[in-house]
């Protein structure tokens, strides 16, 4: 059974920092890899979508890494800013058309 | 285009009584899916669906009963409630399981 575990659970810095959110799976027979932002109170917004064969995506400001070998992928969020604060939930898509999402890290952007 | 939108939006049960919540959405996706979120947990799969007319159990369907009578229209029962469904239920639809677009949520409380 595929586990998603995400690391920090909740993360506190000041505007303008670049940071790095981490996500690790069991098993690496993925075929692809998300990050969503929830928002309080709000439904999932997807950020990037990596796919198996892929290293990484890129938008704006968001660059996300998939190392499937390590099971392991990265979220970086450069320049940071109070907008960004936001809970980022990582889901792996496996076999039966399942996303098995990890436990989220909640950021908070100082100003 | 409203997109993927979810019924009611709030709701308090007492345990035993039944409810259903209703999921629709206007881009023609042929699959649907039913997720809940815990407190510090990710979203699981209660249940999806690939088409009219289909469902499938996923992670913890236990409890849950769906049916997908209309493209457009995916609802979940819960035939006797119980405080341990006390959550936040998200729908989400998509063309491929790739993408999925993720309603606002309901915030089910079971007393």
């Known amino acids: 059974k595929q586990e998603v575990t995400q690391i920090p659970a909740a993360l506190s810095v000041p505007e303008g920092e670049n940071l790095v959110l981490n996500c690790s799976f069991t098993?690496?027979?993925?075929?692809?890899l998300q990050w969503f932002r929830q928002d309080p109170g709000k439904g999932l917004t997807s950020l990037l979508l990596?796919?198996?064969?892929?290293r990484e995506q890129t938008s704006g400001r968001l660059n996300a890494s998939l190392d499937k070998s390590s099971g392991r992928s990265t979220l970086y969020i450069a320049a940071s800013q109070p907008g960004d604060s936001a809970t980022y939930l990582c889901?792996?898509?496996?076999?039966?058309?399942?996303?098995?999402f990890g436990g989220g890290t909640r950021l908070m952007v100082k100003p | 285009n409203a997109g993927v939108t979810q019924t009611p939006k709030f709701r308090v049960l007492k345990t035993g009584q039944s409810m259903t919540l209703l999921c629709a959405q206007d881009?023609?996706?042929?699959?649907m899916y039913w997720y809940r979120q815990d407190p510090g947990m990710g979203l699981r799969l209660i249940h999806y669906?690939?088409?009219?007319?289909?469902?499938a159990k996923g992670e913890v369907p236990d409890g849950y009963n769906v049916s997908r009578l209309k493209k457009q229209n995916f609802l979940l029962g819960l035939e006797s409630a119980a405080p341990s469904q006390t959550s936040v239920y998200f729908c989400?639809?998509?063309?491929?399981?790739?993408?999925?677009?993720f309603g606002p949520g309901t915030r089910l409380t079971v007393l």
């Open positions: 098993d690496s027979a993925i075929y692809n």
């Open positions: 990596i796919q198996s064969s892929q």
């Open positions: 881009m023609n996706h042929e699959y």
């Open positions: 669906s690939v088409g009219e007319g289909t469902t």
């Open positions: 889901a792996v898509g496996g076999a039966g058309n399942m996303l098995t």
């Open positions: 989400a639809s998509s063309t491929t399981p790739d993408t999925q677009y």
